[in-house]
């Protein structure tokens, strides 16, 4: 028998196990040696020094310099009275600092009338996390790769745009939110007639080959019907002047751009380049051809589009109407392979013993675009407001003690991402407070989202 090596864990004990399998895919490193002669071909003495700190590890908050205490209380705290308010029906908190996971907990239930309980396994739609989380890691890889210059027009790479106002938008101003672009369109209004019925060529209730876009689950949608969305993306006026207005429009097309510059599939892209390097398995768009519904939290109960309860398929109108499949939403996944696309982030570039993205690449994406025009914007990244420790807990953004190195992004659904490389902090939240309606403001009203950040910022250094 050859073996390239052997873990000793002396126990058999649950915390052995954990320990030997952290050790074994890098979390922790190795460099105990053999007290004893075993056989002859390992010697008391033997051992080898493995490196650790490449991926996650999983540990106590004190073992990464915060109060376990004081953080579990403050977080179950605002967790279920988020909870009793009504706020959402169940939530996911994942922190990590230094790469060290030190809290992972869920609360409360898939919906309000289910007794089905929220766990680690479960799938959230990610809403507009997905720009920094699925599209955005495709573009810095092109850049990096010299297939797209920030300061080129955008349209050098979506044609579409020649001729038209947008003509001289740059990536930059694009993926900083800068360009001009209306904030949003609601392209579903125009599916339907004034009696509520579909138009015809737009959508209908079976699949056929005329109709072979899935748009929920009882929804087709018309094959050349995205010709449509991109006219009216083309047509809708731009800005006259230059200034921060938060846009989905752009990273509607972001995977069109990706597929013409990378010669592969967008999803595929994606896949290859960020989510399996990272181990990241459950990150991707249409999730129920991968999972069972049960491991899916749904979004909403939609009385004005889809009339159904969104289950798998993605709550924003405009990706479903693209199939799914978008820039600017559509992603699923489970809030610790999410976590480890951040991961990757605050270490620039570098997870599981391999640089994915180009450590010059992402200190260009995180950092403040536009900062002497009051544009707290990354390229994709969100950032603190300027100025924010000046500003109240009720104006500021995310949280009072988040560093101006720090970055993330939140999401329609009731979702947050937040890294700061500043202290190593890494913070998930995921929920789905549209359920059953959108019409539900309390998540941010209570500042739930902004709280929890705030309690991992205070438990450090306790």
């Known amino acids: 028998m050859s073996l390239a090596g052997v873990v000793i864990a002396y ?16 979390g922790i490193g190795a460099n105990g040696r053999l007290p004893v002669t075993v056989v002859p071909w390992y010697q008391a003495g033997d051992g080898t ?24 209380k403050k977080i179950d705290s605002i967790a279920a009275a988020g909870i009793a308010a009504g706020a959402f029906p169940g939530c996911e908190v994942f922190a990590a600092r230094n790469g060290k996971v030190i809290f992972q907990q869920c609360y409360g239930h898939h919906v309000y009338e289910s007794l089905q309980p929220v766990t680690p396994g479960d799938l959230f739609d990610m809403a507009s996390v997905t720009k920094t989380s699925a599209a955005l890691p495709a573009i810095i890889r092109l850049y990096q790769d010299k297939k797209i210059d920030l300061d080129a027009p955008f349209s050098r790479y979506w044609t579409d745009f020649r001729g038209t106002d947008k003509k001289d938008i740059t990536v930059r101003e694009v993926l900083a939110h800068r360009a001009g672009l209306a904030s949003w369109i609601p392209f579903w209004t125009d599916t339907k007639t004034v009696t509520g019925a579909y138009k015809k060529n737009t959508m209908q209730a079976d699949s056929s080959n005329r109709f072979p876009v899935r748009v929920s689950a009882g929804l087709w949608r018309f094959r050349n019907y995205d010709r449509e969305i991109y006219k009216q993306i ?26 013409k510059l990378s010669g592969k599939r967008y999803e595929q892209y994606i896949s290859d380049n960020i989510y399996q390097p990272l181990g990241a398995t459950t990150l991707g768009y249409n999730p129920l051809g991968r999972f069972s519904p049960d491991r899916i939290i749904p979004t909403e109960r939609d009385t004005f589009f889809r009339m159904e309860t ?82 109240s807990f009720e104006n500021c953004y995310p949280c009072p003690s988040a560093s101006p190195a720090s970055f993330g992004h939140t999401g329609y659904t009731g979702t947050m991402v937040w890294a700061d490389p500043s202290n190593g902090l890494l913070y998930v939240f995921l929920c789905n407070r549209v359920y059953p309606t959108r019409d539900n403001s309390k998540l941010t009203d209570m500042y739930i989202r902004k709280s929890i950040l705030e309690a991992l910022y205070e438990s450090i250094g306790e």
């Not at 559509?330 to 570039?349: C, H, I, N, P, S």
Request: aromatic share 12%; glycine share 14%.
């Open 49 to 72: 020094d493995t490196e650790g700190g490449i991926r996650f590890s999983y540990t106590i908050p004190e073992a990464a310099g915060m109060h376990s205490g004081i953080l579990k």
């Open 310 to 391: 969104l289950h798998g398929y993605v709550h924003d109108e405009g990706a479903a109407m693209l199939g799914g499949v978008s820039g600017n939403a559509g992603l699923f996944g489970t809030a610790e392979d999410l976590a480890k696309v951040y991961q990757m982030y605050l270490w620039r570039g570098y997870y599981g013993g391999r640089q994915l993205l180009e450590r010059d690449a992402m200190d260009e994406f995180t950092r403040y675009q536009y900062e002497p025009e009051g544009i707290r914007r990354g390229l994709g990244f969100d950032k603190p407001m300027i100025g924010n420790d000046t500003l």
């Open 234 to 259: 083309r047509e809708e006026p731009v800005l006259k002047e230059k200034k921060y207005v938060y846009s989905d429009l752009g990273f509607h097309l972001w995977p069109k751009v990706i597929e």
């Open 11 to 26: 126990q058999e004990t649950a915390l052995a196990q954990d320990l030997a399998a952290q050790l074994i895919f890098g």
